[in-house]
């Protein structure tokens, strides 16, 4: 007995020993090694007899420990259930409940695993119920069972009931543990995922950043719980589109696990592959590959080869292969997944259906959809029969399987699929969980397929209604509907709404960095778009576009390369360059016959686009043999019933017959109608009108087919056809009556975005037009855009709808022409009624003859024996003489004439038939006929045609200048071009703002003027976290020179001065009428969310508007004060801020919309020619007709040969007059005016007959900016970085540093030329004369300048005192940087000066014959003036040079010479000032008030002047006065060896730079504290301090009081102690400084 119990506890100790051996194998990850030892012990514990509870506890162990193994690797978990079994009854041995609910858990997991929700909901409900019969209700025990029963609603889908088990789990954590503890973080965490699941990802991300804070607070950052929070915010982001987030989420995740769990961990793994799932979202293969080939060596190293997490890789693996287009290689990766499943976990696990799927959708993309059906249907059953039919993996397949349905062209058993996928989407997920949206959107996928284009329509509206709210307007998936809406209205013809569409989801593509392919997708539809259009290098540039980023992420055999060459290969067919299309079509061909199966209906498509492509040549028969093997595709791919089929017999049949093969025409017509017919019979019966017949298809038909049809209302199609060109003749004519009398109401006015730099306006600008933010987005250049300087972002006012400029155009054209066309019918009507009356009573036989001639026509076009063209081919009008009419009305069936018209027919007559007759013989059928693609162009007669006759107008001689300066081919070309686009247009009175952005920094200002307008509304931003005074903080976070009230005077100004007129407007905004004067400037701030008290954004608001309108009071009238502050920090994109952005936009929209009704500016009467130039001259025209190739070409040529980016305003006149768009030279000069109003063209104009026309504003603005912008010199030529460094301290440009920085713009001479004279008329260059070297010449630029260059020296010369020029205070506020530029230069032709330097703001000029230097300064509102000398050794030089000096200011009078250049320049570039009195101003001495000496009254002495600053009012000596005005005396007498030098002691000069110091930095809030330290009067300091003047100008005064107090004995050392005793040490320093420099 004694050995068997000693052989027991060593049996024991072995087991305890094994158990430790497996726990330390199982914790390394060694599952397999865990399981060993595991066996092993529980063998050695059931060899023993005699048990105990020790023993019974340890088995227990175990048992558990091997299930969680089993669980793990979803493996043996039938096998897992017994242990669990007698793991349970072990428990109930013992006795204790925690183990019994233990196992129930375990079993309960089991069951989950095996989808057995309802068991595993039993078993948790009898664990809670176990747990509360231990009495610990409301104890951490019971949160387990209800973590449970969470669980298991959440893999349920039931995923309210779920959150509310989870709150249940916080509240019982809360109460017992607190809020800071790692169980509460965990919750969170699963509340979160609960969230992402149900696609609320805003939600979900605030409870992982929950979870985030409690485990970063009390585990630190570097713990792996940690990490995997960081893991599902990456998901999160992930789910969201935001993959830059995401990756940065699982980077920090990534980093934590190598830290803490080394780099072969398997929660590493799991990483690796969430980067590569991500890195597969962006396109990026290449680095997705990388991520999961790593994840894939860990998994190998760690768990072998037959492991699931080994499958799941090669799944992924698989994935992005199928995304490359690498088909075999990603079945291959499937297959290899599929072994270690089915070996694993049998042939019954949803492991093993999601390969089957995976597997049937790339044999979907292949083509091989019979094997995709079959892949499918294996995943159907599996998930059936473990799933039930209730399940969203059932959905999904029930969805997969429609897809391959719909490309099968099977719509009906595809909508089926979709149907039942929907149903189970919505009992499980409801209607607005996201993927209900997906549902949506396939399901109009086939709709628009089946040509019910409204339901179509309908179901993307669906699927935006659910997935906005949810995702936001900026995600990749929003993107994708707005791509397939704009399909369906390309398939409407509605080319306009179609680009708007595929140019949003473009912008959300690039604005994401979206999947490259989806881009290439976006600019492949666009480039179609602009195909149809006729706008072929727009398509070629978008679809080089397409085709280049495709291959950055895929190898040239793709399937989708092959997809653009297609679409190349169509736009050169247009062209009608057939060499090209069918290369490109060949290369297209090449690479899917590589990659796609022998039946794809892709390659069907590509031999029969080559077909039509040969058709187009003449070579019947090689299209019949490309039309053949498209059918012989489809046909073998058992797509019989295809719509495609319906497209390629109609082109057979049309081959056929220009064989004259009529028979076989009409086998392919009824094959093709025969399909139709069955797919109209499989529609449904409210859709029966859309069935996808041989026209619903768009084809060619010949008109002997479409004459036996009839339409629903019995009306031959031959009948319409003969509608359809009458109407076109009737536009036709009323497009010439346009021509000379229409015009419409202006419709567009600028937007302009304006303010200092840094200030947000590019972000407001993104909000305000619905974009998404960008983060560290770069400063604005001159006008903002990434890639262009200018992009024109064009709204509807009415909507906030964004629009093309181009389209609005052609709306405006359409609308004036369709008044003329209901005027012509309105009056065609009354004169047909009116020749009714009179025929009843005097029917003659010239009568009879029109009457016949209207019978025959109608019983020809019914007629097969003459050849005809295609109903919907383009048709331009013909021109006929008076003898033509005889022969072609009166020609009967048999073809020799009936009749002759009466020769005596007046000329007056056929004038008033004129509409009538002419729109009723071009219908005739033995018209000349044309090839398909070529318009009908009858020959021009000697005699005045019908249509001129009858639109010339005795009392307006314009038409007849028009018709006799433009052929009728010129007139039909431009009809041509807009005439499609009108027959679906509706009227649109709408209005529209055209957004600029314009860059805020210094350096932009002189470039302001071209770009300027008064005919603008202008958006005003302001930073409001900053202080109006507080200097201005440039993006790298430097201080500028400049303050944010300088750079405000700088836009007002800019802005206002350059309206000459002093109209008002009235608006009412909101329930106030308002009266402004024009331009009006609406003040808006950013910022907000530096702010976020509302009372403090408001108080802040009136105080920057009332420190403004203090400082400029005189452009109080033109401010509207918005109060809107918006919040643009892109890193806060909560509900809550968007809803406060989309409120603050519509609050600037409103104001906008208000000011924009009243404008005189939008009242104007723009003709129909103005707008049909501004097409000719900015962009491309082009045309809704995709097979009018000659119209294309004819506007091309004129662009090609006429158009240049730089014109002279002769070369415009020329054109206008050849294109019949001249009226008259004053006509022109407004025409122009009104497009540089818009920002279209940049007009100069100067004089009568000289003026410089821009055609591309955008080329402009970068020869501008390379010219100016001298930031980063990125040449490594040494000559040119020595020449960009000497550009950037001297303010000079040498040509040779032009000449290199335009290179990138490869400028002709004469162009190069052009701009130049350009830049020099705005005097943003202005040329230094040099007589030695022409080429060698150097350019005068000063605001190149930089801000740090050092200033002069003067200690070797002889200064005089400052002289000031400027305005009234009230008259002009402010002198902006860009008249005080160009004053320089004026200044600089005046003297031509070489010798010229600069510093900031300041220029000295030499005066070579007089010896003396002039200085120009900018002085804020004034230009100041200094004149210096050189100092001498020799007394006798000294006096000769002082005297000269003298001399020379009396006698050539510099002062005066700069007065009137500015004088000039204010006049000429600041109109609104026109006629304000210049005036020559000093300085107090006293108070530094600049008072006017022009009409200063000055007793006693010349040299005294009486200040005019009400509060001083003191007489002062002036030296300017003596050194400037009234050196003239002396210098009339000969006496200036007497003249008196008056210079300011050196106290005195000192004294006033120390106050300049403290009136400059002081704080306004501290003044009355340093005043009463002073001890000035109290009485005296609140009447300075209550004054209305500047900040400046108060402690200035202040500080003069106290010099004038203290007398002699005054002492700047007292200010510097009450300085430091007031805590301002730094300028008392900066004092101290000054003291001991001087």
């Known amino acids: 007995m004694d050995n068997m119990l000693s052989s027991e506890s060593s049996i024991l100790e072995i087991v305890k020993s094994l158990y430790g051996q497996a726990l330390t194998s199982q914790q390394a990850q060694d599952d397999e090694q865990a399981l060993s030892y595991y066996t092993q012990a529980l063998n050695q514990v059931q060899s023993i007899n005699n048990t105990d509870q020790d023993i019974d506890q340890l088995e227990y162990d175990v048992l558990l420990n091997i299930c969680d193994i089993y669980i793990k690797q979803h493996h043996h978990l039938a096998l897992s259930k017994v242990y669990i079994d007698i793991a349970l009854l072990i428990a109930h041995q013992l006795g204790q409940q925690d183990k019994i609910a233990t196992c129930l858990d375990k079993r309960d997991s089991i069951n989950i695993d095996k989808d057995d929700y309802d068991t595993a909901f039993v078993d948790y409900h009898h664990s809670l119920k176990t747990q509360l019969k231990r009495g610990k209700f409301g104890g951490l025990s019971i949160y387990l069972a209800y973590l449970k029963m969470a669980d298991v609603f959440y893999d349920q889908y039931k995923y309210d009931n779920a959150l509310a088990m989870y709150d249940k789990c916080l509240t019982i954590e809360l109460s017992q543990l607190g809020d800071q503890h790692v169980d509460v973080a965990w919750t969170y965490n699963n509340m979160g995922n609960v969230y992402h699941d149900q696609g609320k990802y805003d939600d979900a991300l605030a409870m992982y950043d929950k979870s985030l804070q409690i485990r970063l607070s009390l585990l630190g950052d570097k713990h792996v719980d940690v990490a995997s929070t960081y893991n599902n915010m990456g998901v999160n982001y992930y789910h969201q589109g935001k993959y830059d987030d995401a990756l940065a989420m699982y980077d920090k995740s990534l980093q934590i696990r190598l830290s803490q769990l080394g780099d072969k961990h398997v929660d590493v793994a799991w990483t690796y592959n969430k980067i590569g799932t991500a890195y597969g979202s962006q396109g990026k293969y290449d680095d997705a590959i990388a991520m999961h080939d790593k994840s894939l060596q860990i998994r190998l190293s760690l768990l072998g080869d037959k492991h699931v997490d080994v499958a799941l890789t090669y799944n992924n693996m698989g994935n992005v292969y199928h995304d490359q287009g690498k088909y075999d290689d990603a079945i291959a990766m499937h297959d290899k997944s599929l072994q270690i499943r089915l070996s694993l976990l049998g042939d019954k696990h949803v492991d093993v259906a999601l390969t089957y799927n995976n597997m049937g959708n790339v044999y979907h993309d292949q083509g091989k959809y019979d094997d995709a059906i079959a892949m499918h249907d294996k995943s159907l059953q599996i998930r059936l029969s473990l799933l039930g039919d209730k399940h969203v993996d059932v959905a999904l397949t029930y969805n997969n399987m429609g897809n391959v349905y719909y490309h099968q062209g099977k719509y009906d058993d595809a909508l089926a699929m979709y149907d039942k996928s929907l149903q189970i989407r919505l009992s499980l997920l409801g209607d607005k969980h996201i993927d209900m949206a997906w549902t949506h959107n396939n399901i109009g996928v086939v709709y628009y397929h089946q040509g019910k284009y409204d339901d179509a329509l309908a179901m993307y509206d669906k699927s935006l209604q659910v997935i906005l709210p949810k995702i936001g307007y900026q995600h990749i998936k929003v993107a994708l509907t707005y791509h397939n809406i704009g399909v369906v209205y390309k398939s409407q013809s509605k080319y306009d709404d179609a680009l708007s569409m595929f140019e949003k989801s473009l912008q959300i593509q690039l604005s994401r960095n979206g999947n490259p392919f989806y881009t290439a997708l976006m600019y492949n539809r666009v480039g179609m778009v602009y195909n149809h259009q006729g706008k072929y290098e727009d398509a070629f540039s978008v679809l080089d576009k397409s085709l280049k980023l495709c291959l950055s992420v895929v190898s040239e055999n793709h399937p989708r390369i092959a997809l653009i060459y297609n679409s190349m290969a169509s736009v050169y067919r247009n062209q009608g360059s057939y060499d090209q299309a069918i290369s490109k079509s060949e290369k297209s061909l090449q690479i899917q016959l590589s990659v796609l199966s022998n039946n794809h209906p892709h390659i069907a498509e590509t031999y029969h686009n080559m077909g039509r492509i040969r058709v187009d040549q003449g070579k019947y028969d090689d299209a019949m043999s490309f039309y053949q093997r498209a059918v012989s595709i489809l046909v073998n791919a058992r797509l019989e019933n295809h719509p495609k089929l319906v497209e390629i017999y109609d082109n057979i049949a049309n081959c056929y017959d220009k064989q004259n093969r009529h028979d076989d025409a009409t086998v392919m017509r009824q094959k093709s109608n025969n399909i139709g017919c069955t797919l109209k019979q499989t529609a449904t019966s409210d859709q029966t009108s859309t069935t996808l017949n041989h026209q619903s298809q768009g084809q060619k038909r010949q008109s002997e087919h479409a004459s036996n049809s009839t339409d629903k209302d019995g009306h031959s199609h031959a009948q319409q056809s003969h509608d359809r060109v009458l109407k076109k003749k009737q536009y036709f004519n009323a497009y010439m009556q346009a021509l000379q009398q229409g015009s419409c109401n202006n419709k567009v006015i600028r937007a302009i975005y304006t303010g200092p730099e840094c200030v947000g306006k590019s972000s407001i600008m993104r909000v305000f037009t619905q974009q998404q933010l960008v983060k560290r987005q770069d400063p604005t250049q001159v006008a903002n855009q990434s890639d262009k300087m200018v992009h024109l972002e064009v709204y509807k006012i009415k909507d906030r709808t964004m629009h093309s400029l181009r389209v609005i155009w052609e709306n405006n054209i359409h609308q004036i022409v369709q008044s003329q066309y209901e005027s012509l019918i309105s009056n065609c009507h009354v004169s047909k009624s009116t020749n009714q009356r009179k025929n009843m009573q005097h029917l003659s036989i010239n009568d009879q003859h029109q009457s016949a001639g209207i019978l025959v026509h109608s019983t020809l076009t019914s007629q097969h024996s003459t050849p005809t063209i295609s109903t919907d081919q383009p048709i331009t009008a013909t021109t006929l003489t008076h003898q033509d009419i005889t022969p072609t009305i009166l020609r009967s069936p048999s073809g020799p004439t009936i009749s002759r018209i009466n020769n005596n027919l007046s000329q007056q007559h056929h004038q008033s038939a004129g509409i009538l007759v002419h729109s009723t013989l071009t219908s005739q059928q033995n018209t000349p006929t044309t090839s398909n693609d070529l318009p009908i162009m009858a020959t021009t007669s000697t005699h005045q045609d019908i249509t001129h006759t009858m639109l010339k107008s005795p009392s307006d001689p314009t038409i007849s200048t028009i018709n006799n300066n433009l052929s009728q081919q010129q007139h039909q070309t431009f009809f041509q071009h807009y005439y499609p686009s009108w027959l679906n247009k509706s009227k649109d009175d709408s209005q529209y703002a055209k957004i600029w952005d314009f860059g805020g920094q210094s350096i932009y200002h002189i470039t302001h003027q071209p770009f300027l307008s008064a ?31 300088q750079s405000m005077q700088e836009w007002l100004t800019s802005i206002i001065s350059g309206d000459s007129s002093h109209d008002k407007v009235t608006a009412t905004i909101g329930n106030d009428q308002v009266e402004y004067s024009l331009p009006i400037v609406i003040l808006v701030a950013s910022h907000g969310d530096c702010i976020t008290d509302k009372q403090e954004r408001i108080d802040r608001f009136k105080n920057f508007e009332k420190e403004l309108i203090t400082m400029m009071p005189r452009y109080k009238s033109n401010i509207y004060s918005s109060r809107i502050v918006f919040n643009c920090n892109p890193d806060d994109n909560s509900q809550s801020t968007q809803a406060e952005r989309e409120q603050c936009s519509l609050g600037l929209h409103n104001i906008m919309k208000s000011f924009v009704q009243s404008l005189p500016f939008m009242r104007n009467s723009i003709p129909i020619r103005w707008y049909i130039m501004a097409t000719i001259l900015h962009t491309s025209i082009d045309t809704n007709s995709s097979q009018n190739q000659i119209v294309s070409s004819i506007i091309n040529q004129i662009r090609a040969t006429r158009v240049r980016k730089i014109m002279q305003i002769q070369e415009i006149q020329s054109l206008a007059k050849e294109l019949g768009l001249y009226k008259s030279y004053d006509e ?249 009195i210049i005036r020559y101003y000093v300085r107090c001495s006293r108070c530094d008030y600049l008072t006017s000496i022009d009409n200063n009254n000055q007793p006693y002495d010349s040299n005294l002047v009486q200040c005019q600053n009400e509060g001083c009012n003191m007489l002062f000596e002036s030296q300017s006065v003596k050194d400037w005005i009234y050196q003239r005396e002396e210098c009339a007498n000969d006496r200036p060896q007497q003249a008196k030098c008056r210079l300011q002691t050196y106290k005195e000069d000192t004294y006033k730079e120390c106050f300049d110091i403290i009136a400059t930095e002081l704080d306004i809030k501290d003044l009355f504290h340093l005043s009463m330290k002073l001890n000035l009067s109290h009485k005296d300091v609140s009447e300075v301090i209550d004054s209305n003047i500047r900040s400046y100008d108060k402690t200035y005064k202040i500080l003069a009081s106290w010099w004038d107090q203290a007398g002699q004995q005054a002492d700047l050392r007292q200010v510097v102690v009450t300085l430091e005793s007031m805590d301002k040490k730094l300028i008392a320093e900066k004092i101290v400084t000054k003291l001991e420099s001087s």
């Not at 100092?1431 to 006798?1436: E, F």
């Open 1228 to 1476: 022109l000069i407004a025409m122009l005016s009104y497009l540089h109003d818009l920002g279209e063209i940049i007009f100069c104009h100067k004089g009568d007959e000289y003026g410089i026309i821009i055609t591309d504003v955008d080329w402009l603005l970068r020869i501008f900016r390379a010219i100016i912008q001298l930031q980063d010199c990125q040449s490594g030529i040494l000559q040119m970085q020595s020449l960009y460094i000497t550009a950037s301290k001297t303010g000079r440009i040498s040509t040779e540093y032009i000449n290199h920085v335009l290179v990138p713009h490869e400028l002709d001479v004469e162009t190069k030329k052009s701009v130049i004279n350009l830049m020099e008329t705005y005097d943003i260059l202005c040329r230094i004369e040099n007589d030695n070297d022409e080429e060698d010449c150097q350019y005068f630029v000063p605001y190149l300048l930089r801000p740090d260059v050092k200033p002069f020296d003067l200690s070797q010369y002889h200064v005089s005192d400052m002289l000031y020029i400027g305005y009234e205070y009230d008259d002009i506020p402010y002198i902006p940087d860009g008249i005080y530029y160009c004053l320089l230069s004026s200044c600089l032709k005046q003297w031509n000066n070489t010798k010229v330097e600069l510093y900031y703001r300041c220029a000295k000029f030499y005066l070579t014959n007089n010896h003396h230097y002039i200085i120009i300064k900018k002085d804020n509102s004034h230009i100041a003036l200094q004149y210096c000398y050189q100092k001498l050794d020799s007394s006798t030089f000294a006096t000769l040079l002082k005297s000269a000096v003298e001399i020379s200011i009396y006698k050539n009078r510099p002062q005066d010479i700069v007065k009137e250049k500015l004088s000039s320049l204010i006049n000429n570039r600041m109109p609104k000032f026109k006629g304000a």
């Open 1015 to 1045: 005919n603008s509304m202008y958006i005003l931003v302001f930073n409001i976290n900053q202080n109006i005074h507080d200097k201005v903080v440039a993006r790298d976070g430097r201080l500028l020179s400049r303050t944010y009230l």
